[in-house]
């Protein structure tokens, strides 16, 4: 016999017990089940009960204020959280850090994922996302306080391969949402701007004989809901709760409804606002050099959000495909109260599955933010200034994409700056330092990546480091900024410094900076030039960067040209002073050189400034079985052909 699952919000959470695991989903602003959480809240209140439950949820789901899961932060509510971020939540984060109850702060794609393995009743997930971080149990386990005892993150070895090993923690409640229902309990989501993880999560409550409760919009006829639009099937859900009033369905915060954003008409867009010319923008600007043309790209919050405006002004972003962890492929990523939807996106993946996609290296580029960072290149965004702000996404993103850019001021707190005829100018230093001497937390382990050979920039407003084997290295100086004056003195460390150049004069001006010519490598025959006389090709890489294959590929390609275009083998003299090469593709560059020594080239030379460059490069060149020397200066590298001559 069917029984109808409609119940109020107090009937449905009056199901849920003392010592209940609760998992509920949403994504910062967005899809909030926000009338279970202010149900669940109001039953607490009035009655004591339920008490001591676990809380497990992925990205925060709050306002910071108090609504979401903020609403739950009342003493005895709450006995364990195990979450990704606790800055929406702050009342809950600081009874965390009072020890009034356990924590873990877990990243929110092993989370996402976690909520498939209880699904299956597997005992565990298996995943390096978190290694040489704060996750990983040589460095706490993700605990977030001394009262939090039980280990969730094993250290183990597999094959002669370290992995952590994060522990299922069976569900015995799950609050989702979604738009519509019918009386069978089949869910749909055709008015939501995420999918998130609410399958599984719904399957890993019921697997368990746990409750499955529902807030939907409205309630539609059996059968109305097509089966390939069922994201929940009514199998699953025990209770269904009308949203009344409507507020509390709101898409996010912000936003009551919004048609692009459900993904239910293709709007116009109209195009992003032009950013002022201030550090922001300086930032964004310089980071967005980096973006691969035809590659997968993240953009955390802060700083890095900029850099869709500036690849939108710059006529850009045709070529990206911008994603979120969220889900979002494509189309124009929302900001503000929508952060992790998108408008006219090409489609919506579940959470997990987009972390799958990420764990699995799908991304080509991230660009992310950065509250301090130490010599050795670590990162910390999740625990600073006395806050409890939790790592969200930004372990699983940082360590598995292709190439990282972290962008921030280079000090915080104040920092006024003036741009005068192209030069920068400290009006006002931040009060905070950035580039601290040890991070609080681990939140990126710049050992880890340059062991795995990981290519990794640090962008701010006056200049640009990079990550080497050796911790980081100053590569570029903003026009106008002294390094003895305007960096060292504020920072608690002295970076490595091997002749920098300077920052992209372009940055500093107003106006479009042609950023399109640079990411396809337009321009790049202007580098190329052929000296008859001599039978020399000069080969003018100073300031280049090889930032992608597609870099590589585009370099060989214009120098076989050249070189069919004279008709005979020439001797080659190559400047790569400032020539940044991305760790990761020294490798493929050694080979585009074999293959032109082997086709193209008689004799030919390089030189750099920077020892650095020059120990790389021709480390990467022996590797090949080539002996091309790399000389300090343009002088030795022609007087060593004119030698060979001889």
């Known amino acids: 016999m069917r029984t109808n699952k409609v119940v109020s919000a107090d009937e449905a959470v009056a199901r849920i017990r003392d010592n209940d695991v609760i998992a509920t989903t949403g994504f910062v602003q967005s899809c909030i089940p926000e009338m279970l959480h202010a149900a669940l809240e109001k039953r607490f209140v009035e009655t004591q009960g339920p008490r001591d439950l676990t809380l497990i949820m992925c990205a925060g789901a709050g306002d910071s204020k108090g609504l979401g899961t903020g609403r739950l932060h009342h003493e005895g509510l709450l006995k364990r959280v195990i979450a990704a971020n606790f800055g929406r939540m702050p009342k809950v984060a600081q009874a965390a850090q009072d020890n009034k109850i356990q924590g873990y702060n877990l990243p929110q794609g092993v989370i996402s994922k976690l909520y498939r393995t209880c699904a299956s009743s597997s005992p565990g997930l298996f995943s390096k996302v978190g290694l040489h971080t704060y996750v990983d149990p040589r460095l706490g386990g993700g605990k977030v306080n001394t009262v939090t005892k039980e280990d969730l993150v094993k250290l183990v070895e597999v094959e002669g391969q370290e992995w952590l090993f994060y522990k299922a923690t069976p569900l015995n409640v799950a609050l989702i949402r979604a738009t519509s229902a019918d009386p069978l309990g089949n869910l749909s989501m055709e008015r939501e701007a995420l999918t998130l993880d609410v399958l599984a999560q719904a399957m890993a409550a019921h697997n368990n004989g746990g409750l499955v409760i529902a807030q939907v919009e409205r309630i539609v006829a059996e059968g109305s809901i097509k089966p390939k639009d069922v994201k929940v099937p009514g199998i699953l859900v025990d209770c269904v709760v009308i949203a009344d009033p409507p507020e509390m369905h709101r898409m996010n915060y912000g936003v009551i409804y919004d048609a692009g954003l459900a ?60 994603t979120t962890e969220a889900g979002a492929v494509g189309g124009v990523l ?140 100053l590569i570029e100086v903003a026009p106008g900024i002294d390094i003895e004056r305007d960096i060292l003195p504020h920072m608690a460390f002295k970076p490595h410094i091997h002749k920098p150049i300077g920052m992209n004069p372009r940055l500093f001006l107003d106006g479009p900076m042609d950023l399109l010519s640079d990411l396809l490598n337009l321009n790049l025959t202007d580098r190329v030039s052929y000296d008859a006389a001599r039978n020399i090709l000069s080969v003018n890489l100073q300031a280049w960067s090889v930032r992608k294959k597609a870099d590589v590929a585009d370099l060989q390609k214009v120098l076989v040209a050249a070189c069919e275009k004279v008709g005979k083998r020439v001797n080659s003299v190559v400047n790569q002073d400032g020539c940044r090469i991305a760790e990761d593709l020294y490798g493929e560059y050694a080979d585009m050189v074999a293959y032109m020594v082997k086709h193209h080239y008689g004799r030919t030379a390089r030189y750099a400034t920077s020892e650095l460059t020059r120990e790389k490069l021709q480390n990467a060149l022996r590797r090949r079985g080539l002996t091309t020397q790399v000389y300090q200066n343009a002088e030795d590298a022609y007087a060593s052909l004119a030698e060979e001559k001889v």
Request: net charge negative.
């Open 334 to 473: 929302a900001g503000g109260s929508s952060f992790g939807s998108s408008a006219n996106a090409h489609s919506i993946l579940d959470q997990n599955q987009m972390f799958d996609f990420y764990h699995g290296g799908g991304l080509d580029l991230t660009c992310l933010g950065m509250a301090e960072c130490d010599s050795l290149g670590n990162v910390n965004t999740s625990k600073f200034g006395g806050k409890l702000n939790g790592c969200g996404g930004f372990i699983d993103i940082s360590q598995n994409a292709r190439a990282v850019v972290f962008a921030g001021t280079f000090t915080a707190g104040g920092l006024d700056i003036a741009i005068e005829d192209g030069k920068l100018r400290i009006v006002k230093e931040g009060r905070a330092r950035k580039f601290v001497k040890q991070v609080e937390q681990v939140t990126f382990s710049g050992q880890y990546a340059a062991q795995k050979g990981q290519p990794v920039i640090y962008v701010t407003e006056r200049c640009v480091f990079q990550l080497t084997d050796h911790g980081l290295e």
């Open 263 to 322: 993904g239910e008409v293709r709007v116009t867009v109209d195009s992003l606002p032009t950013m002022e010319l201030d550090e922001r923008k300086i930032i964004a600007r310089r980071a967005a050099f980096e973006l691969p043309p035809n590659g997968v790209i993240n953009l955390g919050v802060g700083a890095p959000d900029g850099v869709a405006n500036v690849a939108n002004e710059e006529k850009v972003t045709p070529y990206l495909v911008m």
